[in-house]
């Protein structure tokens, strides 16, 4: 089955830095990778996603790029800001089966 | 438009106790997840199913059974509870792109 690794675990920033977290999966059928926020005690929520056809896509401060050679993706955020403080989370799936997480990385922006 | 509910949103159960967890989804997605969420060990499947009538084990399935009878709901069970089930349990659904999640329930095992 998938495995996805994620890194760092954890990451902190001061304001106005970028932050970047990276993921690594091992199946090469895998396709779609989403990435979601959860606040503490909060849903996870998507925040943005990528499908293997495309090599990158934005949304305002927050970028995702896939290498499919390599099997590695990343999230990017600009211009951190204290509400992008959170847990970020990678996953991949191929198809319309299930996603695999990875374990999560902590962001810390300092104000 | 709800989204997805979990119920409960908190509860305790004794070792040994059974108890069961709804899920309900409103826009009528086939796909339905359940997932566990431990300290550093991120999101885990329990169970999934892919349309109404069907079940799947995920990649934690021991201990818990499902039941999708109807496509709006996700039945959770803890037959016989063991305090190693402490958990935050999520359900999500899915139509073709990323899941939506319920808000999740905080189960504790004593």
């Known amino acids: 089955g998938e495995n996805v690794e994620q890194h760092p675990s954890t990451l902190s920033v001061q304001e106005g830095d970028s932050a970047v977290i990276k993921c690594t999966y091992s199946?090469?059928?895998?396709?779609?990778f989403p990435w979601y926020k959860q606040e503490l005690g909060k849903r996870p929520q998507l925040i943005i996603d990528i499908r293997s056809n495309v090599g990158e896509k934005k949304d305002q401060r927050i970028a995702v790029t896939l290498n499919k050679t390599a099997k590695h993706f990343s999230l990017h955020i600009t211009e951190t800001q204290p509400e992008d403080s959170a847990v970020y989370f990678c996953?991949?799936?191929?198809?319309?089966?299930?996603?695999?997480f990875g374990k999560g990385t902590m962001l810390l922006v300092s104000p | 438009n709800a989204g997805v509910t979990q119920t409960p949103k908190f509860r305790v159960l004794k070792t040994g106790q059974s108890m069961t967890l709804l899920c309900a989804q409103d826009?009528?997605?086939?796909?339905m997840y359940w997932y566990r969420q431990d300290p550093g060990m991120g999101l885990r499947l329990i169970h999934y199913s892919v349309g109404e009538g069907t079940t799947a084990k995920g990649e934690v399935p021991d201990g818990y059974n499902v039941s999708r009878l109807k496509k709006q709901n996700f039945l959770l069970g803890l037959e016989s509870a063991a305090p190693s089930q402490t958990s935050v349990y999520f359900c999500?659904?899915?139509?073709?792109?990323?899941?939506?999640f319920g808000s999740g329930t905080r189960l504790t095992v004593v």
């Open positions: 996953a991949a799936s191929s198809g319309y089966s299930t996603l695999t």
């Open positions: 826009m009528n997605h086939e796909y």
């Open positions: 999500a659904s899915r139509s073709g792109g990323g899941y939506t």
């Open positions: 199946d090469s059928a895998s396709n779609y």
